[in-house]
Structure formats: structure tokens, C-alpha cells
């Protein structure tokens, strides 16, 4: 009975070009990625500094796996931290400039913690209408009352905050780089109003951690703000190719998140081989700045060539760069195309994006070449004039 049901849920999402399904991949996430045998220049990763196959990614989580094995055999609270964990934690409060920090075991698991530890009933959510679901989901839990404004449109926040009296909190929340979009949250705009109303600022760095600013250190160094962001999360899986996710912030702030936040308290600890290799993502991080600078040129050259030949980027700034094409069947037809052809982008459709707003969503890396980047372009130029998109 259940099977049946859900297969007329499933055929539904067929009949409206809304099916999603896994591929398998054989090997590395790197520049490459071999699927079925071929390898495809892969322009969909979040592996934006090219470290998710770095060799001595692996040679620091090998090392701490002979020293302290693979699993962390309990929640933290229970068997207690590892060094790797304290270690990890104490490199990211200084990379961020906080007092503190406490990992989670993922993005999604922070962000659902976070949110809903720390507000509730009575209090009030002011969210990015394009914030991530991990976001939703946190709110939807906390029980908080929460309005969304229009994307990155202030004057509508400044409307909410007037009308905002008699609740006990206040936060706005927002990502950095948003993840489907590429555009950069106006975060010294949010920043100003936060003060001017007394509110707390809650930014989800996920997509700008080792990408923004003039260290990699993030959208509050891009915007010279972190004593200004009470609550920094981030995630340790994109540019830093490892796994895992951050809650930067005060020392009272973990404190309460240690007790409270139930996506840390309930879970086993993140296994102390992945908090060594982004320990050692971290060093490669500050020390080898071009791979950050070979990002943003891949990112310019593809940006501006895309719009050049006339397809719509939106308001992409950052290597996540969207190919609006509206169309659900459209957009799976062009990433299919790609694919056919040796090149691996993914159609995003709704819900992840609003409906009519299917789009391709390519990302650039430190790892792809000059020649891999017109590779790109001449493909997307091709079957975006068959599509008449261009
Ligand atoms: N926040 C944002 C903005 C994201 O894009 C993602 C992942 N796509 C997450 C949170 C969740 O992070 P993780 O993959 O580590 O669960």
C-alpha cells in the first residue's frame, strides 16, 4: 500500500520534470570525476580551493586514524572530546576572530541546532527569503514566529523591524554567498539596521569560508564585520574539502549550545580523522593564497563570458554562478547536453528554487584550468543558441 502511494507521488514529480535521482561516481571529487567509466570536467562541486583530494588532506586524516582510530564512539558529552576536536575548534576561533567555537557533525545539523536552541516561542526570525532549508528547518523547529523578506531587499527588512515591537528576541538571519544564486548578502546594510534595533545577526558562511575576503577568512572579513555577527556558522565540506560544520561566536554562546543545542547533545562526534583534515585544510588555506586568486580569475573569466554571449547570470558575483533558464524541461535538456558532451553542471529546479527559476548552477574552482574554463564556455555557447537561450 505505502510502495503505491508513493509511487503516484513519484509519477507526479516525473509528469512536472521534478524527479531527482543519485549518480554514481567512481573515484575523487576533484577537477574531474569519472561516472560509468568517462571522466567529466566536473563545474558543479562546492569544492571551490580544489582540497577534497588533496594528498595531504588524506596523508592528515591517515595519521590520525593510526593515533586515534576512525570512530569518536559517543556524543562528546558523553566520551568526551578528542584533541582533534579541541584542536579544530580552537584554530577556528582564531581563524574567525571570536572567542569560541564549537563543531557540529554537519551544516545542516548546525543550522537546525543553532536556530532552534536558541530561539522560541515569542521570540522573532526576520529570514532571507532565498536562506537555505537547513535554515528553514531550524526555524520550523524553534517554534519562533519568523517573516521572510524579499532577497536581499533591505528597505522590506527595515518595514519588519518597525513593525516588529513586543517580541522577547530578535534575529536576522542570512547567508553569506547564496548557495543557488552566487549574490553576497548586503551584510554591513543588516549590520547597520541589527544596531539601530537592537537585534542579534545570525550569518550562514557556508558558501563564503575560504572564498570571500582578503585571507579566505569569510563574508565578516570581506566586510571587516566579525565583532558585529554574534553568531558565525560555516561549513567545513565546500571550499575546505573536508566535513562538517562551525558555530563561531562568544564563549557564552557555546556554553548554552553545549547544553542545548540537540543536534550537538544527541549525536556521536564527528570522527577525529575528518577534523584532522580540515585542520590541515586550514594550513593550506593560509598559506597558499594563489589558489584563492586562480578561483577568482576562473570565476571572472567564466562570468564574464557567459554574459558576454548573452545568458543570464543574475546577480552572481561569486564562483556559484547561476544560468537562469526558467524551464524545468529546458534546463534538464541543457544539463544533459553538457553531459553528453564531457561536462558535468546539475539542473536545479524548485523546490530548491522558486518555481520558473530552474537554472543551471555552475561553480568554478582553483583546480580548473584556462583551457578546461573555454572548454565551458564553447559548449554553453553551442547549446545555448540550439535552446535558444542566446
Ligand atoms: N548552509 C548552506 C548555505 C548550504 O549551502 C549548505 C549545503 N549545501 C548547508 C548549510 C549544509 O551544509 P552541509 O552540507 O555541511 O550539511
Redesign the pocket.
Known amino acids: 500500500m505505502l510502495d503505491a502511494f508513493l509511487k503516484e507521488q513519484l509519477a507526479d514529480l516525473d509528469r512536472k520534470n521534478l524527479r531527482r535521482s543519485l549518480r554514481c561516481v567512481d573515484g575523487a571529487q576533484d577537477r574531474t570525476i569519472v561516472m560509468g567509466g568517462k571522466a567529466y570536467l566536473n563545474f558543479c562541486s562546492n569544492n571551490y580551493l580544489g582540497l577534497a583530494a588533496d594528498p595531504r588532506l588524506k596523508e592528515a586524516a591517515v595519521s590520525a586514524l593510526t593515533r586515534s582510530g576512525f570512530g569518536s564512539g559517543a556524543s562528546r558529552l558523553v566520551c568526551g572530546t578528542l584533541s582533534e576536536h579541541r584542536e579544530l575548534e580552537e584554530r577556528l576561533a582564531a581563524f574567525k576572530g571570536t572567542e569560541s567555537c564549537l563543531i557540529f557533525n554537519?551544516?545542516?545539523m548546525a543550522?537546525v541546532g543553532i536556530i532552534s536552541s536558541l530561539f522560541g516561542r515569542g521570540d522573532l526570525i526576520l529570514c532571507d527569503r532565498l536562506n537555505?532549508a537547513?535554515i528553514l528547518d531550524g526555524i520550523v523547529l524553534s517554534r519562533a514566529s519568523f517573516r521572510r523578506y524579499p532577497h536581499r531587499d533591505m528597505q522590506a527588512l527595515e518595514r519588519l523591524l518597525q513593525r516588529s515591537g513586543g517580541c522577547k528576541k530578535k534575529v536576522i538571519i542570512t547567508?553569506s554567498v547564496f548557495?543557488m544564486d552566487g549574490d553576497v548578502a548586503p551584510l554591513d546594510e543588516i549590520i547597520r539596521l541589527a544596531r539601530e534595533y537592537g537585534v542579534v545577526v545570525m550569518v550562514?558562511d557556508?558558501?563564503g569560508t575560504g572564498v570571500l575576503g582578503e585571507k579566505g577568512k569569510g563574508a565578516a572579513e570581506h566586510f571587516n564585520c566579525s565583532q558585529d555577527v554574534d553568531i558565525q556558522m560555516g561549513?567545513l565540506?565546500k571550499a575546505l574539502g573536508s566535513f562538517g560544520?562551525y558555530c563561531c561566536g562568544s564563549k557564552c554562546l557555546m556554553d548554552f549550545l553545549i547544553n542545548k543545542a540537540r543536534s550537538f547533545v544527541y549525536t556521536t562526534a564527528l570522527p577525529p580523522a575528518v577534523a584532522a583534515a580540515s585542520l590541515k585544510a586550514l594550513d593550506i588555506l593560509e598559506t597558499e593564497p594563489e589558489r584563492r586568486k586562480t578561483l577568482w580569475k576562473n570565476t571572472r573569466f567564466v562570468l564574464e563570458s557567459l554574459q558576454n554571449l548573452g545568458f543570464d547570470t543574475m546577480h552572481s558575483r561569486t564562483p556559484i554562478i547561476p544560468v537562469l533558464i526558467k524551464e524545468e524541461e529546458r534546463a534538464l535538456t541543457f544539463s544533459r547536453r553538457l553531459f553528453e558532451q564531457g561536462i558535468l553542471v546539475s539542473a536545479i529546479r524548485p523546490p530548491t528554487v522558486p518555481a520558473r527559476t530552474a537554472r543551471l548552477r555552475l561553480t568554478v574552482t582553483a583546480r580548473h584550468s584556462q583551457e578546461d574554463c573555454e572548454c565551458l564556455i564553447q559548449k554553453m555557447q553551442k547549446i545555448g543558441r540550439d535552446l535558444c537561450l542566446i
Request: charged share 15%.
Open positions: 554537519c551544516g545542516y543550522n537555505h537547513s547567508e548557495s550562514d557556508a558558501h561549513t565540506s560544520a
